[in-house]
């Protein structure tokens, strides 16, 4: 059996001292007592096992700016990165402003997964929520994981931290009298175009389409004229902006056709026109794009269009998002009783399952509906 003690320092910090093979070992562990209680424990278990590996002195901080460096795709070039720069992005602003003022200070070799829970436990206590939490425990995961497979530590302390759960946000179906509400708003808020002295409804058709289509906010940002096939009375949506990136849609049932309605084709029309007065009319040309041509940003639309919209229009309170949008088209076409296989091609969903599990509440209003309507022992 492995033996050990616990020491004090007059620094206050907490030291563990244990044997491997005849020869002491040292480890500060930190100023709490039971965490160089569960450390000793650990290390005497990895002793006894024959698990113990030297414990690194690299701090968690050094360890994330060398493990950033090397996964900068603006640095390397061989492209085993393995990041897309807004990946990248993300990853570095959560170690570095998250993480490393939690734990930046610790050695590799003193953390452990209660380490991992207060920081999530600090992280919910701040505010954030639950998606932005395990945002940011993402790349420390990973980067433990790294520092496993090249033999620094012996587990990943962050591999089955106390996560909250997963929230898939679906969104809120807006009543007929609240997007009318909002359209109208924007009507009011419209500025006046220069070109035609008369108000730009550019906004009005932006949200025209978005709830007409049920496209993604990334996907209307990246649709072309040449995506808009008024033949075929169809539209093509085939990319999307990601975190400034263009890339294709989240899944290969993204890459799909959306009906062209009449209400789209309407806002389409008044939007080519405005366009062609402004030579922005071209088929790699952006639908909606600012005033030099680039596209819509995401932060800008939210706070000046969307925001001020809601307000104007009395509905605040309601927190709705341009996002919500989308899940009302949809729902609206599951109410209308839609094909669900029409409904998943709308949505861009993987499979019809994924439809029917997100909007069931619905449908199962159309089967309660049936009973009233029909009764197949009765139908000639």
């Not at 610790?106 to 395990?134: H, N, Q």
């Not at 600012?290 to 927190?319: C, F, K, Y």
Request: hydrophobic fraction near 40%; glycine fraction near 6%.
């Amino acid at each position: 059996m492995a033996r050990g003690s616990i020491i004090k320092h007059q620094s206050g910090n907490y030291a563990i001292v244990y044997y491997v093979d005849g020869k002491q070992k040292w480890e500060t562990i930190g100023p709490s007592r039971r965490e160089a209680e569960r450390a000793l424990t650990a290390r005497k278990r990895e002793v006894d096992t024959g698990t113990w590996r030297e414990p690194s002195s690299e701090t968690l901080a050094a360890y994330a700016e060398r493990w950033l460096a090397h996964r900068d795709p603006a640095r390397v070039q061989s492209g085993r990165t393995r990041l897309a720069p807004s990946t990248f992005a993300e990853y570095r602003r959560a170690l570095l402003l998250h993480i490393a003022p939690h734990l930046g200070e610790r050695t590799l070799a003193s953390l452990r997964t209660e380490d991992v829970d207060r920081l999530i436990a600090a992280l919910e206590a701040g505010g954030k929520a639950p998606g932005t939490v395990r945002n940011i425990v993402t790349p420390l995961r990973k980067m433990l994981a790294d520092a496993v497979r090249q033999g620094k530590l012996v587990a990943n302390p962050a591999a089955n931290a106390d996560l909250p759960p997963a929230q898939d946000y679906v969104g809120k179906e807006l009543p007929h009298e609240h997007t009318d509400a909002i359209r109208d708003a924007l009507v009011d808020l419209a500025p006046s175009d220069p070109l035609r002295n008369e108000p730009d409804l550019f906004s009005v058709c932006f949200f025209d389409v978005a709830l007409g289509t049920g496209l993604r906010l990334g996907e209307l940002r990246a649709l072309r004229w040449r995506d808009v096939d008024r033949v075929h009375r169809l539209i093509r949506v085939e990319r999307a902006y990601s975190r400034r990136q263009l890339r294709q849609p989240k899944s290969e049932a993204g890459v799909r056709s959306v009906p062209l309605f009449p209400s789209v084709d309407a806002a389409l029309r008044e939007l080519a026109a405005r366009a062609v007065e402004r030579d922005l009319y071209a088929p790699d040309e952006l639908v909606f794009a600012t005033i030099r041509g680039t596209p819509l940003h995401e932060s800008n639309l939210n706070r000046r269009v969307w925001r001020p919209a809601l307000d104007h229009a009395g509905l605040a309170e309601m927190r709705y998002r341009f996002h919500d949008l989308r899940h009302t088209c949809v729902s609206r076409l599951v109410a209308a009783g839609a094909d669900i296989k029409l409904v998943q091609a709308v949505a861009g969903h993987a499979s019809p399952m994924i439809t029917l599990q997100r909007y069931s509440h619905l449908l199962d209003a159309r089967v309660s509906e049936a009973a009233e309507r029909f009764d197949p022992a009765r139908i000639p």
